[in-house]
């Protein structure tokens, strides 16, 4: 018999690490991190260790019942892989973590346009983000987040009641902007 098994916790453990990782990754509105491609590539050689291991098992018939007998751990990569696939394409990730800092997003931003004195304007943490900066413009506050996202291009959200919001003319680099939900907007700064 041959010594390759059903996948055990090392592989279903990694991937599990692998996934959440990209999922972590997938969670600032706006983009993926770029450090997100070498756990890609760490997930792209897990998921051909998997499927080596399963071909080699499904080749000899001696082995070939380990597979129905073991199907849910055989299933288990493909499966894990499917639902991070699904919930980064619907976006759960950012839409998550953003829900969860959204109030104090929010608190901030009131504050900066009642023109409270002690709101920020130098980096620090909203909820479960870091950002670089938050700078008032007329009734909207732009935040920019720290990490996450291209790290070539300033990114983050503007928080914005009235609609659209005006951008400041002095800019360096035009920003592209885009709406994400209810008062939220997306911007990149682009070149």
């Known amino acids: 018999m041959s010594s390759i098994g059903a996948p055990g916790f090392p592989l279903i453990g990694s991937l599990a690490v692998v996934a959440l990782l990209l999922l972590y990754g997938a969670s600032y509105p706006g983009g993926v991190s770029l450090w997100v491609l070498p756990v890609l590539l760490v ?22 019942p380990d597979v129905r007998r073991n199907l849910p751990r055989w299933a288990a990569p ?46 620090g943490t909203l909820g479960s983000f870091d950002i670089s900066w938050a700078e008032r413009h007329g009734n909207t506050v732009r935040f920019a ?5 291209d790290v070539i291009h300033a990114h983050g959200l503007i928080w914005s009641p009235y609609g659209e919001p ?12 885009e709406h994400y939900y209810g008062p939220w907007y997306l911007w990149v700064e682009s070149f």
């Not at 696939?85 to 900066?112: D, H, I, N, T, Y």
């Not at 400041?168 to 592209?176: G, L």
């Open 43 to 64: 997930a792209l050689v897990l998921g051909v260790i998997w499927f080596g291991r399963l071909v080699a098992r499904l080749l000899n018939p001696v082995t070939r």
């Open 78 to 123: 493909p499966a894990i892989g499917l639902l991070v696939l699904a919930l980064v394409m619907a976006g759960e990730p950012a839409k998550s973590r953003f829900a969860l800092s959204e109030q104090a997003f929010e608190r901030v931003a009131r504050s900066a346009v009642a023109g409270d004195a002690d709101w920020k304007t130098r980096s």
């Open 145 to 149: 987040l720290a990490g996450g996202g």
């Open 166 to 177: 005006p951008l400041p003319e002095e800019e360096e680099y035009e920003p592209h902007v």
